[in-house]
């Protein structure tokens, strides 16, 4: 097994964690320094696609290309070594930590000995096979507003667009939410969140389907009070009519991963199809949203 880890900037992370899964097509994960912002993008392949020597050059002509596209990658420090599989596995165990959310819902890998709260529902999620683990700040905040936007009594249901790991999916079903639905365009997302609904033994409820957006009629179509949509800023955009025509009126649409100088451009568009900034959440690089339907 080997370890090819790019250092970035959480303003490249994205686009550095695309490069990565495209490359070598595999999940990816993403660790960050919460005293420098840095962020370390690392895949754990077999084998290398190509000599070491020769995939380090090619990647860093990929993150040149960056830069020429107005992303800047930082420092662009590149490890690429051989790694004994019983050391990949015990990194793991000490970087991902659980995740609490409002007491709700605690999100952990299977080793953790970690007990939830009474009444606190698990999410069990190992990283290295998910496309989000709930640690990157957008993915915290779907979680955050997901939990908080439950109503004790009152059926819910719930639409993750760009399932990737299946993580807010498996989470509503674990809230309550008695409808729930995802999609994905990505074909290796939608098997990883099948595995992971299976793993959470929620797969009765839930079934990840591919579906590409762009593709979907856009009228006389099913409608959610939940709606999560962690897409890219041309995407919202582009797609933002077939988006609100499926949430109901009062509805929730939850937005995240757009880059905080985006973030306008998209409320402008949500606004026109008559959905209202709720609540907003921002850091150094990205912004999330929460948008009521009135």
């Known amino acids: 097994m080997w370890q090819i880890s790019i250092f970035t900037t959480a303003e490249a992370e994205e686009a550095v964690a695309c490069l990565l899964e495209r490359e070598f097509q595999r999940p990816v994960s993403v660790y960050c320094d919460e005293a420098t912002g840095a962020r370390k993008v690392t895949v754990y392949p077999a084998r290398l696609p190509r000599p070491a020597r020769a995939l380090r050059e090619h990647l860093r002509a990929t993150l040149r290309r960056l830069r020429k596209c107005g992303l800047d990658p930082g420092q662009r420090k590149i490890i690429v070594k051989p790694l004994p599989r019983e050391n990949w596995a015990e990194s793991w165990k000490r970087h991902f930590k659980p995740i609490d959310i409002d007491g709700l819902l605690l999100i952990k890998p299977r080793w953790s000995r970690r007990r939830p709260r009474p009444g606190q529902r698990v999410v069990i999620l190992d990283p290295g096979l998910s496309f989000g683990t709930g640690h990157h700040p957008t993915t915290l905040f779907c979680l955050q507003q997901l939990a908080r936007s439950r109503l004790a009594g009152k059926k819910q249901s719930f639409l993750d667009i760009g399932t990737g790991s299946g993580i807010l999916a498996v989470a509503a079903i674990k809230l309550g939410y008695t409808s729930v639905e995802a999609f994905d365009n990505d074909p290796a997302a939608v098997r990883v969140s099948r595995q992971n609904a299976k793993k959470n033994r929620v797969c009765h409820h839930l079934r990840p389907q591919r579906k590409d957006l762009s593709k979907l009629q856009g009228a006389n179509v099913k409608t959610y009070n939940v709606i999560c949509a962690n897409l890219a800023r041309d995407l919202l955009i582009s797609e933002a009519s077939k ?30 199809f008559n959905l209202t900034l709720q609540v907003a959440m921002s850091d150094k690089t990205w912004q999330s949203g929460q948008f009521v339907l009135f």
């Open 243 to 272: 988006i609100c025509a499926r949430l109901k009126p009062g509805g929730k649409l939850i937005v995240a991963g757009i880059l905080r100088r985006q973030f306008r451009e998209v409320q402008k568009t949500l606004h026109r």
